[in-house]
């Protein structure tokens, strides 16, 4: 069965960088949407950013859009969160999950609903002061 296991989590100060990763196994990366979410202290898991691993097409929340970017090695069957200009209001644990993309044959595209996502990884603490 599929795994994910993140990892790069940390402390920084604000306006710093971290770069998460995340790796599959147990079953083709290929085909998949690949996401990244995240919940704080006493609230809800919220999502971050998605991509389908079959093609370019990224998705971001607002909040991280310009700061956060989502990337992949297909090769390594490795999902990537480069996290820069951090701020404290970011600080959560972070995790990585896969579904299936939503859509038809060359139309597929990545939902932001950590509902439709099945996998998850076990998570891992990014604090910013």
């Known amino acids: 069965h599929v795994q994910l296991v993140e990892s790069g989590g940390g402390s920084v100060e604000a306006g710093g960088s971290l770069r998460l990763s995340c790796i599959h196994s147990?079953?083709?990366?290929?085909?998949?949407?690949m996401g990244w979410f995240r919940q704080a202290s006493g609230k809800e898991r919220e999502a971050v950013a998605t991509?389908?691993?079959?093609?370019?097409?990224?998705y971001y929340a607002a909040s991280v859009k310009g700061r956060f970017t989502i990337s992949q090695d297909s090769a390594k069957d490795t999902l990537y969160l480069q996290m820069n200009d951090l701020k404290p209001e970011d600080t959560a644990v972070y995790y990585c999950?896969?579904?299936?993309?939503?859509?038809?044959?060359?139309?597929?595209?990545?939902?932001?609903?950590?509902?439709?996502?099945?996998?998850w990884g076990q998570g891992t603490q990014v604090t910013v002061s």
């Open positions: 991509i389908f691993t079959g093609g370019p097409s990224t």
């Open positions: 999950a896969a579904g299936p993309p939503q859509g038809t044959s060359g139309l597929y595209w990545c939902t932001m609903t950590s509902a439709e996502y099945g996998v």
């Open positions: 147990g079953g083709p990366y290929a085909g998949h949407c």
